[in-house]
């Protein structure tokens, strides 16, 4: 059984930094794509960012120079920096990954709310 599960989320103030985390567990051989996901209320879930197990990213436009995405393939875990936040960023952050045991399946975490107010 594998497991995805994200921490870090909080609340912060506009401009603030939070660092979300996703680590994978349970029988794993091989993780490729990874991302993050967001959900605002009232709104459909949205992706954030991707990177590849060679390091290659993808931002959507609206974090693209605020937020960085990393990995680390040795502890199958996978980050998110997230700086000048900004009260539209507020959402539960889901964390995304493509493994593989013994066939290659598509795995989410349950999510970290992340709230960005004054």
Known sequence: QVHLVESGGGLVQPGGSLRLSCAASGTISSITLMNWYRQA?????????????????NYAVSV????????????????????SLKPEDTAVYYCNAYIRTLIRRNYWGQGTQVTVSS
């Open 64 to 83: 693209t120079g605020r937020f960085t995405i990393a990995r680390n393939n040795d502890e199958n875990t996978m980050y998110l920096q997230m700086n």
């Open 41 to 57: 209320p009232g709104k459909e879930r949205e992706w954030v960012a991707s990177i590849s197990r060679t390091g290659g990213t």
